[in-house]
T-cell receptor, first 116, second 116 residues
């Protein structure tokens, strides 16, 4: 089954304790991206990757890191989490640029992160 | 720059009633427009997309949207709501940005409640 898999689904941590949220897709997609979803703000892009070893900042990259060493994996790293990073995070992938009409985004089921 | 405004963060309808979710966009170039749906505890999935081929676009689950350039709108409708339509709906617009990268900009979302 074609899917984007994120882990964990729920994560509670404390300020400053490094964490990684994993994301993997099995559709051989070139494009991958991380979003955070906050009430009233919709989805905001954190980082994206057009291909292996090609990553770039989205709209809200501060406090986050990513890597794309393999095509299928795109982990999100929080080196020193803070309470304002409490949010619902989504990983997504698409065949090419997500705005291409023939390249819809496929989303994972989300990771709800709480930083205390 | 491209932007999306969804009017009404919450919409409530009776089962069998018309569903109308409003989306207005801003774009200096002909846009591609999308509606995504998010069911509880799931990621977003594509509902329908406008790519300039036809102004009335039909999507999954009986939803459709009409592109009206004069009104810069792309409202989502369904003639008869079903309980299973309860979800959050996101309008998104794409286009070229100054950095040359085209991406999706999401609206803040509209939560649809359907009551018996």
């Amino acid at each position: 089954e074609a899917q984007v898999t994120q882990n964990p689904r729920y994560l509670i941590t404390v300020t400053g304790k490094k964490l990684t949220v994993t994301c993997s897709q099995n559709m051989n997609h070139e494009y991958m991206s991380w979003y955070r979803q906050d009430p009233g703000l919709g989805l905001r892009q954190i980082y994206y990757s057009m291909n292996v070893e090609a990553t770039d900042k989205g709209d809200v990259p501060e406090g986050y890191k990513v890597s794309r060493k393999e095509k299928r994996n795109f982990p999100l790293i929080l080196e020193s989490p803070s309470p304002n990073q409490t949010s619902l995070y989504f990983c997504a992938s698409s065949l090419s640029r997500p705005s291409d009409y023939n390249s819809p985004l496929h989303f994972g089921n989300g990771t709800r992160l709480t930083v205390t | 720059a491209q932007s999306v405004t969804q009017l009404g963060s919450h919409v409530s309808v009776s089962e069998g009633a018309l569903v109308l979710l409003r989306c207005n966009y801003s774009s200096s170039v002909p846009p591609y427009l999308f509606w995504y749906v998010q069911y509880p505890n799931q990621g977003l999935q594509l509902l329908l997309k406008y790519t300039s081929a036809a102004t009335l676009v039909k999507g999954i689950n009986g939803f459709e949207a009409e592109f009206k350039k004069s009104e810069t709108s792309f409202h989502l409708t369904k003639p008869s709501a079903h309980m299973s339509d309860a979800a959050e709906y996101f309008c998104a617009v794409s286009g070229w940005f100054s950095g040359g990268y085209n991406k999706l900009i999401f609206g803040a979302g509209t939560r649809l409640a359907v009551h018996p």
